[in-house]
Protein backbone atom coordinates (compact mmCIF):
# COMPACT_ATOMS: atom_id res chain seq x y z
CA UNK A 1 0.00 0.00 0.00
CA UNK A 2 0.71 3.70 -0.24
CA UNK A 3 1.48 5.81 2.98
CA UNK A 4 1.95 9.69 2.06
CA UNK A 5 2.19 11.72 5.43
CA UNK A 6 2.37 15.52 5.01
CA UNK A 7 1.06 18.34 7.56
CA UNK A 8 -2.86 19.73 6.89
CA UNK A 9 -1.88 23.08 7.38
CA UNK A 10 0.81 25.80 7.72
CA UNK A 11 0.35 29.37 7.86
CA UNK A 12 3.35 31.90 6.66
CA UNK A 13 3.51 35.87 6.56
CA UNK A 14 4.35 37.71 3.00
CA UNK A 15 8.06 37.34 1.64
CA UNK A 16 8.69 34.18 4.62
CA UNK A 17 10.20 31.02 3.84
CA UNK A 18 7.51 28.03 4.74
CA UNK A 19 9.07 24.40 4.36
CA UNK A 20 6.37 21.51 3.39
CA UNK A 21 7.94 18.18 4.89
CA UNK A 22 6.07 14.95 3.20
CA UNK A 23 6.91 11.40 4.14
CA UNK A 24 6.44 8.35 2.27
CA UNK A 25 6.20 4.35 2.44
CA UNK A 26 5.23 3.32 -0.66
CA UNK A 27 5.07 0.20 -2.43
CA UNK A 28 7.25 1.44 -5.19
CA UNK A 29 8.93 4.63 -6.35
CA UNK A 30 9.64 6.36 -9.40
CA UNK A 31 9.46 9.94 -8.51
CA UNK A 32 8.45 11.90 -6.07
CA UNK A 33 6.13 15.01 -7.33
CA UNK A 34 4.83 18.56 -5.93
CA UNK A 35 2.07 19.92 -6.79
CA UNK A 36 0.10 22.84 -6.11
CA UNK A 37 -3.73 23.43 -6.17
CA UNK A 38 -6.08 26.07 -5.64
CA UNK A 39 -9.51 25.09 -4.57
CA UNK A 40 -11.82 23.86 -6.97
CA UNK A 41 -8.93 24.18 -9.56
CA UNK A 42 -6.40 21.05 -11.04
CA UNK A 43 -3.91 20.41 -9.45
CA UNK A 44 -0.56 21.88 -10.92
CA UNK A 45 2.89 20.75 -11.53
CA UNK A 46 5.67 22.35 -9.68
CA UNK A 47 8.69 20.38 -9.37
CA UNK A 48 9.96 16.57 -9.70
CA UNK A 49 12.90 14.22 -7.91
CA UNK A 50 13.93 11.38 -8.42
CA UNK A 51 17.37 11.34 -7.42
CA UNK A 52 18.74 12.82 -3.73
CA UNK A 53 19.35 16.29 -3.53
CA UNK A 54 17.67 19.59 -3.94
CA UNK A 55 16.18 20.79 -7.58
CA UNK A 56 15.40 24.41 -7.11
CA UNK A 57 13.05 26.21 -9.83
CA UNK A 58 12.90 30.04 -9.04
CA UNK A 59 11.13 30.52 -5.56
CA UNK A 60 10.82 26.84 -5.10
CA UNK A 61 13.05 24.47 -3.93
CA UNK A 62 12.30 20.29 -3.50
CA UNK A 63 14.66 18.05 -1.71
CA UNK A 64 14.42 14.17 -1.67
CA UNK A 65 15.88 11.33 0.35
CA UNK A 66 15.10 8.34 -0.67
CA UNK A 67 16.91 6.26 2.06
CA UNK A 68 14.38 8.31 4.73
CA UNK A 69 11.51 7.87 2.45
CA UNK A 70 11.63 12.10 2.81
CA UNK A 71 11.16 15.20 0.79
CA UNK A 72 10.23 18.71 1.42
CA UNK A 73 8.92 21.74 -0.91
CA UNK A 74 10.76 24.75 0.11
CA UNK A 75 8.28 28.09 -0.77
CA UNK A 76 10.69 31.59 -0.56
CA UNK A 77 9.85 34.69 -0.93
CA UNK A 78 5.89 34.11 -0.08
CA UNK A 79 2.98 35.96 -2.04
CA UNK A 80 -0.70 35.76 -1.13
CA UNK A 81 -1.17 34.15 -4.54
CA UNK A 82 0.84 31.49 -3.04
CA UNK A 83 -2.17 30.57 -0.73
CA UNK A 84 -3.04 27.09 -1.81
CA UNK A 85 -2.90 23.13 -1.21
CA UNK A 86 0.59 21.98 -1.78
CA UNK A 87 0.51 17.95 -2.73
CA UNK A 88 3.23 15.57 -2.39
CA UNK A 89 2.80 12.65 -4.44
CA UNK A 90 4.67 9.88 -5.02
CA UNK A 91 4.73 7.91 -8.53
CA UNK A 92 4.48 4.30 -9.09
CA UNK A 93 2.06 3.18 -11.68
CA UNK A 94 -0.19 6.36 -11.46
CA UNK A 95 0.21 9.21 -8.78
CA UNK A 96 -0.11 8.35 -5.44
CA UNK A 97 -1.07 11.63 -3.59
CA UNK A 98 -0.79 12.61 0.28
CA UNK A 99 -4.04 14.23 1.57
CA UNK A 100 -2.72 18.29 0.99
CA UNK A 101 -0.85 21.41 3.37
CA UNK A 102 -2.91 24.15 3.00
CA UNK A 103 -0.60 27.07 2.99
CA UNK A 104 -2.04 30.20 4.00
CA UNK A 105 0.11 33.57 3.32
CA UNK A 106 -1.27 36.49 5.45
CA UNK A 107 -0.29 40.08 4.88
CA UNK B 1 -4.36 26.06 -19.54
CA UNK B 2 -3.22 22.60 -19.22
CA UNK B 3 -4.13 21.60 -22.81
CA UNK B 4 -6.03 18.78 -21.71
CA UNK B 5 -9.93 19.57 -21.41
CA UNK B 6 -12.90 17.46 -19.73
CA UNK B 7 -16.62 17.66 -20.51
CA UNK B 8 -18.65 18.32 -18.91
CA UNK B 9 -17.84 21.12 -16.58
CA UNK B 10 -20.80 19.73 -14.14
CA UNK B 11 -22.98 17.10 -13.63
CA UNK B 12 -25.43 16.34 -11.66
CA UNK B 13 -27.65 13.41 -11.67
CA UNK B 14 -29.24 10.81 -9.26
CA UNK B 15 -28.38 7.78 -7.28
CA UNK B 16 -28.43 4.80 -9.65
CA UNK B 17 -27.70 6.28 -12.61
CA UNK B 18 -24.88 6.12 -15.57
CA UNK B 19 -22.71 8.72 -16.39
CA UNK B 20 -19.67 9.07 -19.05
CA UNK B 21 -17.06 11.16 -18.34
CA UNK B 22 -15.02 12.75 -21.31
CA UNK B 23 -10.89 14.11 -21.54
CA UNK B 24 -9.04 14.65 -24.60
CA UNK B 25 -5.38 14.78 -23.80
CA UNK B 26 -2.81 17.38 -24.71
CA UNK B 27 -1.98 16.82 -28.38
CA UNK B 28 0.93 14.21 -28.64
CA UNK B 29 0.29 12.71 -25.02
CA UNK B 30 -0.55 9.01 -25.08
CA UNK B 31 -0.93 8.32 -21.47
CA UNK B 32 -4.55 9.57 -19.65
CA UNK B 33 -5.16 9.17 -16.32
CA UNK B 34 -7.94 9.72 -14.15
CA UNK B 35 -8.48 10.54 -10.56
CA UNK B 36 -11.70 11.21 -8.20
CA UNK B 37 -11.21 13.89 -5.46
CA UNK B 38 -13.58 13.97 -2.57
CA UNK B 39 -13.37 16.08 0.24
CA UNK B 40 -13.00 13.04 2.41
CA UNK B 41 -10.37 11.24 0.63
CA UNK B 42 -8.15 13.79 -0.92
CA UNK B 43 -7.55 12.60 -4.87
CA UNK B 44 -7.29 9.35 -5.44
CA UNK B 45 -5.52 7.54 -8.73
CA UNK B 46 -8.42 5.32 -10.49
CA UNK B 47 -6.67 3.85 -13.73
CA UNK B 48 -4.42 4.42 -16.48
CA UNK B 49 -4.59 4.32 -19.94
CA UNK B 50 -1.58 4.59 -22.74
CA UNK B 51 -2.08 4.58 -26.55
CA UNK B 52 -5.52 2.38 -26.25
CA UNK B 53 -4.28 -0.24 -23.59
CA UNK B 54 -4.81 -0.09 -19.95
CA UNK B 55 -1.84 0.74 -17.83
CA UNK B 56 -2.65 0.46 -14.60
CA UNK B 57 -5.51 0.47 -11.95
CA UNK B 58 -5.73 1.96 -9.17
CA UNK B 59 -8.64 2.50 -6.14
CA UNK B 60 -11.08 2.30 -9.35
CA UNK B 61 -14.74 0.26 -7.87
CA UNK B 62 -15.91 -2.19 -10.54
CA UNK B 63 -19.00 0.06 -10.90
CA UNK B 64 -16.64 2.21 -12.69
CA UNK B 65 -15.27 1.42 -15.80
CA UNK B 66 -13.08 3.34 -18.64
CA UNK B 67 -11.32 2.91 -21.95
CA UNK B 68 -9.22 5.51 -24.56
CA UNK B 69 -10.35 5.44 -28.19
CA UNK B 70 -7.70 5.23 -31.57
CA UNK B 71 -7.66 9.06 -31.39
CA UNK B 72 -6.28 8.87 -27.70
CA UNK B 73 -9.40 10.64 -25.90
CA UNK B 74 -11.00 8.35 -23.18
CA UNK B 75 -14.28 8.38 -21.58
CA UNK B 76 -14.84 6.93 -17.65
CA UNK B 77 -17.90 5.53 -17.21
CA UNK B 78 -19.72 5.47 -13.64
CA UNK B 79 -22.62 3.69 -13.22
CA UNK B 80 -25.08 2.67 -10.23
CA UNK B 81 -24.33 5.64 -8.81
CA UNK B 82 -24.25 6.13 -4.72
CA UNK B 83 -24.18 9.32 -3.11
CA UNK B 84 -20.60 9.02 -2.01
CA UNK B 85 -19.56 9.09 -5.88
CA UNK B 86 -20.36 13.09 -5.82
CA UNK B 87 -16.94 13.92 -6.22
CA UNK B 88 -13.90 15.95 -8.74
CA UNK B 89 -13.17 13.80 -11.34
CA UNK B 90 -10.11 14.72 -13.12
CA UNK B 91 -8.33 13.90 -15.95
CA UNK B 92 -4.37 13.90 -16.38
CA UNK B 93 -2.19 13.58 -19.44
CA UNK B 94 1.44 13.32 -19.79
CA UNK B 95 3.68 12.19 -22.48
CA UNK B 96 5.57 8.93 -21.41
CA UNK B 97 8.97 9.45 -23.66
CA UNK B 98 9.59 12.63 -21.08
CA UNK B 99 11.68 11.62 -18.46
CA UNK B 100 10.05 13.42 -15.97
CA UNK B 101 7.04 12.07 -16.75
CA UNK B 102 4.77 15.18 -15.55
CA UNK B 103 1.14 14.62 -15.49
CA UNK B 104 -1.38 17.72 -16.76
CA UNK B 105 -4.38 17.94 -15.29
CA UNK B 106 -7.45 19.02 -16.80
CA UNK B 107 -10.07 21.34 -15.24
CA UNK B 108 -12.15 18.45 -14.02
CA UNK B 109 -15.71 17.35 -13.92
CA UNK B 110 -17.71 18.24 -10.74
CA UNK B 111 -20.21 15.19 -10.25
CA UNK B 112 -22.96 15.62 -7.88
CA UNK B 113 -25.26 12.46 -7.01
CA UNK B 114 -28.24 13.38 -5.86
Known amino acids: GQNIDQPTEMTATEGAIVQINCTYQTSGFNGLFWYQQHAGEAPTFLSYNVLDGLEEKGRFSSFLSRSKGYSYLLLKELQMKDSASYLC????????FGAGTTVTVRA | DSGVTQTPKHLITATGQRVTLRCSPR?????VYWYQQSLDQGLQFLIQYYNGEERAKGNILERFSAQQFPDLHSELNLSSLELGDSALYFC?????????????FGPGTRLTVT
Open chain 2, 92 to 104: ASSDRDRETYEQY
Open chain 1, 89 to 96: AVRDRGLS
Open chain 2, 27 to 31: SGDLS
